[in-house]
């Protein structure tokens, strides 16, 4: 009874850890795939009260919340818009 319960112990670990690699390969791929829309550092904390005021439906998309910003470049804030014109939207 004690081997059957240590080998589902171990089974089940290793499956844990394929599902957490699985994960994390995704995230990370993910998160390159949606760099090129984050802009910098600085973009990001100009806009990030207007996405909070405008696109919060759309947190965490990142191509959503561009969308939505540029649907809303007429409420933007001017540092905002001076972002979103620095990245060519």
Do not use: W
Not at 9 to 25: A, D, E, N, P, Q
């Amino acid at each position: 009874m004690k081997s059957k319960f240590q080998r589902f112990s171990t089974s089940g670990r290793i499956v844990g850890r394929v599902s957490l690699l699985g994960f994390l390969l995704g995230f990370m791929a993910t998160g390159a795939a949606h760099a090129q829309y984050q802009g910098t550092a600085e973009q990001r904390r100009a806009c990030t009260p207007d996405v909070y005021r405008l696109c919060a439906g759309e947190i965490p998309n990142v191509r959503a919340i561009t969308a939505c910003l540029q649907r809303q470049k007429s409420s933007l804030s001017p540092a905002c818009r001076a972002a979103m014109d620095q990245n060519g939207y």
